[in-house]
């Protein structure tokens, strides 16, 4: 089986496609940035449309196929904002009608998740997802992946891009900010926030703010004091989970993953406690369509195809929403 997986949750347009043992064959995308300020919905949504056919043309040609080959229509259906997840909701029931083909709508946050478990063999563990907008703390129980802890305010990566894009880095910020933390070692005490399994990056984004424009501290300490700060939260709230679980698999997904300097802490922590930190290529971290297509088969190799009229978006679903008919307990 051959399964086409539209991703359109925010920036990114991808698409991926994989076989139903989770091959990947083909993983395009083409993102929407800005230069100042977040992502303007309608900007985006227009991007999506700009670029779906050749994200597409590309994807199959990569995947050395064509349309006819493809046996199931998959597409990020929630959570994101509504303008861009329409698009990819509207380019996923255009092509199930045109081909005649089953189609079923996934949950992003969930494939982040799949994604990382497929890639790294990893069990049963407790996924650390530190993307743009979401930094949540899930593992498996019971028929659903609950959410142990999160953040209670914006995401890991929104914070990390909001403080770059104000000391005049650009976007995306993470890698610009690793890349400043390099050149210091003075570390600079910052507001701590976990509260029990949560965290919260407001505050912080204040206070590093007027720390830059006092003028106090420089770009790179403060590039590294803030990676300490905000990694060491997620550790210590990733650390909890596992004992809390007593599971002993920590899988990491979303763009933030990309960062080394968390990868290290998180091994570090697994390492004391002779538990085992995974993480997937960067190409799978980001966004991106291959998850989408990955988690589809999972979902309709349990539940089937699903009617195109339900096939509509749910930008407000949450990761414990779904009822996970997949996992082998
Ligand atoms: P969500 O899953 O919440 O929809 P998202 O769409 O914003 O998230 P991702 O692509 O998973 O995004 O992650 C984007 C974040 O990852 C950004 O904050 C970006 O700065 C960060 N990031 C991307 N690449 C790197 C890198 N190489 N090093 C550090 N951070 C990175
Ligand atoms: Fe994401």
């Not at 210091?184 to 976990?194: A, D, G, M, N, R």
């Not at 538990?275 to 190799?301: H, R, S, T």
């Amino acid at each position: 089986m051959i399964c086409l997986g539209i991703e359109s949750t925010a920036h990114t347009f991808g698409i991926g496609i994989v076989d139903e043992k989770g091959k990947v064959l083909a993983n395009v995308k083409d993102a929407y940035t800005t230069e100042s300020g977040g992502i303007i919905p309608t900007e985006a949504s227009d991007h999506h449309v700009n670029v779906c056919d050749v994200v597409l043309r590309n994807a199959l040609e990569k995947a050395k196929i064509s349309l006819a080959d493809v046996d199931l229509i998959t597409y990020s259906q929630s959570p994101g904002i509504g303008h861009t997840l329409r698009i990819g909701a509207f380019v996923a029931r255009s092509l199930a009608s045109q081909l005649r083909k089953p189609i079923v709508g996934v949950n992003h946050a969930i494939a982040h998740l799949e994604i990382g478990r497929l890639r790294t063999n990893a069990k049963d563990p407790i996924l650390l997802y530190a993307s743009g907008a979401n930094t949540q703390v899930i593992a498996y129980h019971n028929k659903k992946y609950r959410v142990f802890g999160e953040s209670l305010d914006i995401g890991v990566g929104n914070f990390l891009d909001s403080f770059a894009r104000h000391i005049g880095l650009g976007f995306p910020g993470g890698p610009k900010i690793y890349e400043l933390s390099l050149q210091s070692k003075k570390f600079i005490e910052l507001p701590y926030v976990v509260k029990g399994m949560d965290v919260s990056f407001g505050g912080l984004l204040t206070h590093t703010k007027r720390k830059f424009d006092s003028g106090e501290c420089s770009k790179e300490d403060l590039s590294f004091s803030i990676q300490e700060t905000v990694f060491a939260m997620l550790v210590e709230v990733s650390e909890r989970a596992l004992a809390h679980t007593r599971k002993n698999e920590l899988v990491l997904g979303g763009g933030v993953a990309c960062n080394i300097r968390l990868r290290e802490m998180c091994e570090k922590m697994c390492d004391d406690r002779g538990a085992q930190c995974y993480c997937p290529e960067n190409e799978f971290l980001v966004d991106n369509g291959a998850m989408i297509a990955w988690l589809g088969v999972l979902k309709y190799q349990n539940q089937g195809g699903e009617k195109i009229s339900d096939c509509v978006i749910k930008p407000y679903e949450r990761t414990d929403d779904v009822e996970v008919t997949w996992y082998k307990d």
